[in-house]
């Protein structure tokens, strides 16, 4: 069983950067590949990013490809999310989810799922 608690979101200006976290617990942290999705109003659940077990390969959506980056520390059982050059499009719920595969983009290969953060990006 692994809990996962969001952190980091808030408002922004369009440009800006917000850096969330998602601190896990338990002391398996490391067995789980860790990922992140975001959830607009009226939307579905879409794949943001994905890093492996041991943060050594991690893929990203195209939208934001070279301005998130997805980092993990297993010592203190934290996945961030640095979100930089913010758009008014990733306005959103963003939720850290964790699953057995060392890394996955589609929601239904993960088992645990935090309660999210909302990020605002203002024009």
């Known amino acids: 069983q692994v809990q996962l608690v969001e952190s980091g979101g808030g408002l922004v200006q369009a440009g800006g950067s917000l850096r969330l976290s998602c601190a896990a617990s338990?002391?398996?942290?490391?067995?789980?590949?860790m990922g992140w999705f975001r959830q607009a109003p009226g939307k579905e659940r879409e794949f943001v990013a994905a890093?492996?077990?041991?943060?050594?390969?991690?893929i990203e959506a195209d939208s934001v490809k070279g301005r998130f980056t997805i980092s993990r520390d297993n010592a203190k059982n934290t996945v961030y999310l640095q979100m930089n050059s913010l758009k008014p499009e990733d306005t959103a719920v963003y939720y850290c989810?964790?699953?057995?595969?060392?890394?996955?983009?589609?929601?239904?290969?993960?088992?645990?799922w935090g309660q999210g953060t909302q990020v605002t990006v203002s024009s």
């Open positions: 989810a964790a699953g057995p595969l060392s890394i996955a983009i589609m929601p239904s290969r993960y088992d645990y």
């Open positions: 338990g002391r398996t942290f490391g067995a789980y590949g």
């Open positions: 890093i492996s077990r041991s943060g050594a390969s991690t």
